[in-house]
């Protein structure tokens, strides 16, 4: 069992990974026809990444992995998906920004890693708390599907609203593994649910881990 203060530390780190997972996703994924995201000051960091394709993002070949910033692990990007991860800003926690250079709806879609020390019991809190917390916002939640990532079951929830006019899907998952949390959200337009799940799933089972 973790000591009080050492616990203490991890709920702080994780209960933040929570936030700014849903932050970094609103912002990086944003409409072209807008400069910041519409995400209330709860889940908005001050930090965000330009509302176009980060001039940053190039696509990646399916054959050149993509490792986290823990080193923990690596992945390989769907076709037309490049690394955003430095547009982001300097959130902790963030550990890989992965991003569609293609909109749908004015959209990129985009998957946001986070890595933070924390326990199995803690992980399912905080997934706990995020649904209470986006619930709270007026989202509708709803079971997210089964994925498997790297070979380890993750477990999370899926969230619909409307951000300037574009109509969201958002998809969060939490997987515990050697004494670390995390965190993976993927957001897409409504309208490219579809092809973002398809692309999450590719992602999932590329995962190996370092």
Partial sequence: MLRRSARSRSERSVRGAGVV???AVLVSGCSADVGTSGASPSTLTTTS???TSPSGTQPIDAVDAV?????TYSVLPPGGWGQATDEVGAIPGVDLVL???EKQAGFNTNLVVHVATGDAALLESELEKGREQLADQGRTMSDAPALTVGGSPATGFTT???QQGVEVVAQ???L???GRVYLLTLSSAKSAAEQAAAALTEIAES???A
Avoid: I, L
Avoid at 67 to 71: A, H, M, P
């Fill in 160 to 162: 619909s609203f409307t």
């Fill in 67 to 71: 490792q986290g910033e823990s080193g």
């Fill in 21 to 23: 997972v849903v932050a």
């Fill in 172 to 174: 969060s998952y939490g």
């Fill in 176 to 178: 515990h593994r050697e």
């Fill in 49 to 51: 990444p330009s509302a």
């Fill in 99 to 101: 991003m569609s250079s």
């Fill in 207 to 209: 995962w190996t881990w």
